[in-house]
């Protein structure tokens, strides 16, 4: 299929190389958008040749979201191209599960660069860009565990819950500048992030887990809206309901049920 020359306009997405993000981008493509993709491996590529098939251009940026470098050459991608950014989807992110005391050091600041300050650095540049053309929406793809305290996880948790926070707040300082902010809330969703996390061996990595496609539809959707936050599913929705009303210290003592390695259990 040839490129639509008619495009809607540009939907940056990162992460896009597999799960929640890469079915963002698909959502993103199939509705007439554009996109940049990026990734730090070289997975992007093969994500790229997929996402063509429904007939808007694609570029694929290989580069570590962790680093001031990765983000610089992300947003010089952007830039090469002369074109503004009409959707941005900030998707990228890793888990880390295990104590913390036995996590390592380098993994657990790689998740908070990832999870945050990459997420921060390239919100802030596109998020500016839109604000001077008084345009744009933004998606973040927080989680239902930042509404918990994640024992066995709690790095992650805390990297989300400062996401989820961190969302709610732009929003509101953005409120009448044309420029909407809104936050994707999945449960456990079925894609790469357990394995990645090293945390198949635990309750949680071993139940049933959403399908991403169902869950990127919602944040679509949601994004286009316009709206504040949306938790995928159901069961997510009870969950975070009963996690408002839960004290701290119960829900770590939870969490510690859904997350600890079954092989430090003995
Ligand atoms: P996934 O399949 O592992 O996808 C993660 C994506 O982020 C991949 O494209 C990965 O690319 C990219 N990424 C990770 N670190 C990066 C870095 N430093 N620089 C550039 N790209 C990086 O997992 P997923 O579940 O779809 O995760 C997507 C988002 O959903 C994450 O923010 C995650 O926290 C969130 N989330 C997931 C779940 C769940 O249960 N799966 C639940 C709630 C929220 P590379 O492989 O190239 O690094």
């Known amino acids: ?37 990026a990734a730090n491996e070289a997975q992007i590529m093969q994500a790229a040749s997929r996402l063509k098939e429904f007939g808007t251009k694609v570029e694929a940026i290989q580069v570590d979201l962790a680093t001031v470098d990765g983000v610089n050459k992300l947003k010089a991608g952007i830039e090469a191209l002369g074109r503004p950014v009409d959707l941005l989807l900030a998707n990228a992110g890793r888990g880390l599960g295990d104590g913390f005391l036995d996590q390592d050091l380098q993994e657990i600041r790689y998740v908070v660069e990832t999870n945050i300050t990459g997420t921060l650095h390239l919100v802030h540049a596109v998020g500016n860009q839109m604000r001077a053309r008084g345009q744009g929406r933004i998606l973040f793809t927080g989680s239902i565990a930042g509404f918990m305290p994640g024992a066995f996880q709690a790095v992650y ?27 994707l809330m999945p449960g456990a969703t079925d894609t ?75």
Request: charged share 25%.
């Open 1 to 37: 299929m040839n490129p639509v020359e008619t495009a809607k306009g540009l939907a940056v997405v990162t992460g896009a190389s597999s799960g929640i993000g890469y079915e963002l981008a698909k959502c993103a493509a199939q509705d007439g958008y554009d996109l940049v993709i």
């Open 157 to 183: 948790n805390g990297t989300k819950a400062f996401i989820n926070s961190f969302s709610f707040a732009l929003r509101e300082e953005l409120k009448g500048t044309g420029v909407s902010v809104t936050c």
């Open 192 to 266: 790469e992030f357990f394995n990645r996390a090293q945390m198949e061996d635990t309750p949680v990595g071993q139940a049933k887990k959403d399908d991403p496609a169902f869950v990127a539809k919602v944040g679509y959707e949601a994004m286009m809206d316009g709206e504040g936050d949306v938790v995928a599913g159901w069961k997510n929705k009870m969950m975070t309901a009963a996690a408002n009303v839960t004290p701290a210290g119960t829900l770590a003592k939870q969490h510690r049920k859904l997350s600890e390695p079954e092989s430090s259990k003995h």
